[in-house]
Nanobody
């Protein structure tokens, strides 16, 4: 199973970006997918996540600005980031908690994508 991300980049404060993450492989079931971020010198933190049932969870710092959504047919999760601030600058990594046949339940990670908010 692989998680492939896209959509990072450089944006001015107040701007928007959309991140995408697609899970691919065979014989897996998604329990939860989400986005974490890690800024230089800081611990990795959960940004947003969505469960297989559609429940969502957000970090307080992004509530009202970021929206996580999913396309179950495409095994893809999106993170729409609006009103971006310089403090949102970080490497964003996609996480998937998946059940994989013969492997059980594990956390899988994407390669990470840089988001830089700067004027």
């Amino acid at each position: 199973v692989q998680l492939v991300e896209s959509g990072g980049g450089l944006v001015q404060p107040g701007g928007s970006l959309r991140l995408s993450c697609t899970a691919s492989g065979s014989r897996f079931t998604i329990y939860r997918m989400g986005w974490y971020r890690q800024a230089p010198g800081k611990q990795r933190e959960l940004v947003a996540a969505v469960t297989n049932g559609g429940s969502t969870d957000y970090a307080d710092s992004v509530k009202g600005r970021f929206t996580i959504s999913r396309d179950t047919a495409k095994n893809t999760v999106y993170l729409q980031m609006n009103s971006l601030k310089p403090e949102d600058t970080a490497v964003y990594s996609c996480n998937g908690r998946l059940f994989v046949q013969f492997e059980g339940i594990n956390d899988y990670w994407g390669q990470g994508t840089q988001v830089t908010v700067s004027s």
